[in-house]
């Protein structure tokens, strides 16, 4: 199986996963945080349905500068409008990468901030890293948030507590 059709399908389970624990985030509870330095849980779930959208940074160019290159953030209010735009940035991610060829993935891709290099990676890594293994790290978070505000939290790799 190409590269390429491996990462599609993993992002289509991720994002399957993402929509079910989104689906749960409660309005009503949008400005909570866990901690003065945490985000609120709209952000933390608005940060997570953005994250899709750095597979279109990563495979259009060589790399991106978190200080001066423009990265659309996601600011909704509403469960719907987070769906919807979870949804229709996987759906952009899936469109991107289904016109790639491999061998584009094994170049190099490059995140900056303020011109001093974070990191470097083959862009089939970088979309690993910066939207697959960053979205399940924070939806991770987010269960947290759940919890603590008595929501149920769906299973993510099998069943939660919650659905025993």
Known sequence: M???TDIINE?????????????NVPEDKWDWK????????????????ELPGWTNHILSGSSFDIVHD?????????KKELLAAAEERAQQAVNALEKVKDGDLDSSWTFKRGGAT????PKKAAIRNMVLNHIIHHRG??????????VSVPGMYGPSADER
């Open 2 to 4: 190409a590269i390429h």
């Open 11 to 23: 992002l289509k389970h991720e994002a399957a996963n993402t929509v079910r624990i989104l689906n």
């Open 34 to 49: 866990p901690h003065e330095k945490s985000f609120s849980l709209g952000r933390l779930a608005c940060h997570i349905a």
């Open 70 to 78: 423009h990265f659309d953030r996601l600011a909704v209010t509403t």
């Open 118 to 121: 974070v990191f470097e990676l």
């Open 141 to 150: 978070q987010l269960s947290v948030y759940l919890r603590l505000l008595d």
